[in-house]
């Protein structure tokens, strides 16, 4: 599967953006969010798996972003609102979801990553 991220731009404080994680060849069980900002470890955002679509945040977006499948299950979307300066980076798709400090996934692909940046 190769997973292919887009949307990210820059917004003002407050503003949204949503991503899209398009995976060609075949549609993976769940799809990771994970970003990365200057200077700082990659952490797991958000992750949508299984049939019934559980989906997962991290407390630092719980609330404000939300994750969510297109019926074929190709395309993951990640509507990011109310965005906050310390939301910048590198946005990455993944097969792998983070919860906590647990990676997990039998899949292992990345997409390309793209960049959020958030002015205050």
């Known amino acids: 599967v190769q997973l292919q991220a887009s949307g990210g731009g820059l917004v003002h404080s407050g503003g949204s953006l949503r991503l899209s994680c398009a995976a060609s060849g075949f549609a993976p069980d769940q799809i990771g969010w994970f970003r990365q900002a200057p200077g700082k470890q990659r952490e797991g955002v958000s992750c949508?798996?299984?049939?019934?679509?559980?989906?997962y945040y991290a407390e630092s977006v719980k609330g404000r972003f939300t994750i969510s499948r297109d019926n074929a299950g190709n395309t993951v979307y990640l509507q990011m609102k109310s965005l906050k300066p310390e939301d910048t980076a590198v946005y990455y798709c993944?097969?792998?979801?983070?919860?906590?400090?647990?990676?997990?996934?039998?899949?292992?692909?990345w997409g390309q990553g793209t960049l959020v940046t958030v002015s205050s």
């Open positions: 949508i798996s299984g049939n019934d679509e559980t989906t």
């Open positions: 993944s097969t792998k979801c983070q919860f906590g400090t647990v990676l997990v996934g039998n899949l292992d692909a």
